[in-house]
């Protein structure tokens, strides 16, 4: 095994290889890569989703494509709790006023944002989810859920509402995205829907960046429309400095690491 980042070292290390595995979020797997996996009968992927390859042209190769979803759910449900509170509890700017002036004024950095008893919307209800909702029990939150695929019978089961997206837009403290990347979801919030959340809403994004329209989510944050953010994904990735979300401090950031 070994770290590929081009088109020349796939060639040399998997140009003869029966099955492929690729972890997480490489591009490598691409229609004009395909040709260089001759012998190539499977392509794994470790985590959600196959968005990141192109099943079609695998397909039309005669490779079968799967993912493992189980892989990273813990871990993704982890850091998707820990961006509800480094936003809500503003965890990065103390950190980043403490490092800058030693100690701060504390009535400039006080944080009123509390978990207990929140409304929590989940807009997908995979894996992921489903174990953020277990872990958080002990805060007493309500679970709001938007995913068409799942049963009332297994919504009601877990101990969560189903709703429709502009109901769980408007009534809820946390919006936390949970879904993949398909043509339905690519673009799903954007400023229509970011406009129904309430201004002391948090939103976070553990699945995938195209889910949200950037430029839309930057007007909202800048504007004060909704309180804050915290993003593991992005619409282009790896982002630059110049990407305008890093300058605002209602948001925290962290580069696709979760899993």
């Given at each position: 095994?070994?770290?590929?980042?081009d088109r020349d070292e796939l060639a040399a290390m998997a140009g003869d290889a029966d099955v492929v595995w690729i972890y997480g979020g490489s591009r490598l797997a691409s229609r004009q890569n395909m040709p260089l996996l001759p012998r190539c009968r499977?392509?794994?992927r470790s985590g959600s989703g196959v968005d990141r390859i192109d099943v079609d042209a695998a397909s039309e190769a005669g490779i079968v494509v799967i993912?493992?979803?189980h892989a990273h759910h813990d871990a993704?449900?982890?850091h998707t709790i820990a961006l509800m509170f480094a936003v809500g509890r503003r965890i990065v700017s103390q950190d980043a006023a403490m490092r800058s002036t030693g100690w701060p004024r504390r009535r400039d950095l006080l944080p009123t944002w509390s978990l207990r008893r929140k409304t929590i919307g989940l807009i997908g209800f995979g894996l992921i989810p489903r174990y953020v909702?277990?872990?958080?029990?002990g805060f007493e939150p309500t679970f709001l859920?938007?995913?068409p695929f799942v049963d009332p019978t297994t919504l009601a089961e877990t101990g969560v509402e189903g709703c429709e997206l502009d109901?769980?837009?408007a009534r809820s403290d946390i919006v936390s995205i949970h879904t993949p990347l398909t043509a339905e979801t690519h673009g799903l919030i954007g400023e229509r829907e970011l406009g129904l959340m309430q201004s002391s809403a948090i939103l976070i994004n553990t699945a995938r960046g195209p889910v949200i329209q950037e430029a839309a989510l930057v007007q909202a944050l800048t504007e004060h429309q909704i309180l804050g953010a915290g993003l593991e994904v992005f619409e282009e990735e790896p982002i630059t400095v110049e990407n305008p979300l890093l300058p605002l401090e209602n948001v925290v950031v962290t580069p696709h690491t979760a899993g």
């Open positions: 095994f070994g770290i590929c980042e499977g392509i794994i993912n493992v979803p993704v449900s982890d909702v277990r872990k958080l029990q859920v938007y995913d109901d769980l837009l």
